[in-house]
T-cell receptor, first 115, second 114 residues
Framework: AQTVTQSQPEMSVQEAETVTLSCTYDTSESDYYLFWYKQPPSRQMILVIRQEAYKQQNATENRFSVNFQKAAKSFSLKISDSQLGDAAMYFCAYRRPNSGYALNFGKGTSLLVTP | NAGVTQTPKFRILKIGQSMTLQCAQDMNHNYMYWYRQDPGMGLKLIYYSVGAGITDKGEVPNGYNVSRSTTEDFPLRLELAAPSQTSVYFC?????????????FGEGSRLTVL
């Protein structure tokens, strides 16, 4: 089974600072996709960033970037210049090669942003 | 475009009642999914569909049924509701082909079984 582990139930960061959320996964596949989703209090699931395993370059989307370590099966999310609107649950997800390419989600990390 | 639309957003059921959560997407996506989200547990896959007329079970299908008669609609049926089905339910869709496999989610439906 392709499990996804987020070892940090909660994290806190001050506004304008940088925070890194951790994620590890287990798979025997060589080609796959990884995602980070954000879930604010509104409950809406919002895609933050995606990474294709065959790409060595780490994905970047504005203030969000990932550190993808394929050999270590690690996929951390870095948020730079944190803003109050970044406060949310963050879920790491792995796209399954079967089950209709559904996503396997970690349990999430709750990010608190303090002024 | 509305994206993925779920109804209702909130519902309270009594034990043993049945109901259907509706899901519709207008993006012409071929794949659709139902997840449930319990506190502190992430999202678990209930059922998925790879096209009209084709559905299959996910990790936690017991107590649920689905159908997919059209590309747009993917209703989730709860039969004989139990307190263990109290959860937030998310419908999602994606285009699995040349795309990157991103799932687009509805806003969720909060179901309470008392």
């Amino acid at each position: 089974a392709q499990t996804v582990t987020q070892s940090q139930p909660e994290m806190s960061v001050q506004e304008a600072e940088t925070v890194t959320l951790s994620c590890t996964y287990d798979t025997s596949e060589s080609d796959y996709y990884l995602f980070w989703y954000k879930q604010p209090p509104s409950r809406q699931m919002i895609l933050v960033i995606r990474q294709e395993a065959y790409k060595q370059q780490n994905a970047t989307e504005n203030r969000f970037s990932v550190n993808f370590q394929k050999a270590a099966k690690s996929f951390s999310l870095k948020i730079s210049d944190s803003q109050l609107g970044d406060a949310a649950m963050y879920f790491c997800a792995y796209r399954r090669p079967n089950s209709g390419y559904a996503l396997n989600f970690g349990k999430g990390t709750s990010l608190l942003v303090t002024p | 475009n509305a994206g993925v639309t779920q109804t209702p957003k909130f519902r309270i059921l009594k034990i043993g009642q049945s109901m259907t959560l509706q899901c519709a997407q207008d993006m012409n996506h071929n794949y659709m999914y139902w997840y449930r989200q319990d506190p502190g547990m992430g999202l678990k896959l209930i059922y998925y569909s790879v096209g009209a007329g084709i559905t299959d079970k996910g990790e936690v299908p017991n107590g649920y049924n689905v159908s997919r008669s059209t590309t747009e609609d993917f209703p989730l049926r709860l039969e004989l509701a139990a307190p263990s089905q109290t959860s937030v339910y998310f419908c999602a869709s994606s285009y699995q082909g040349l795309g990157t496999g991103e799932l687009f989610f509805g806003e969720g439906s909060r179901l309470t079984v008392l």
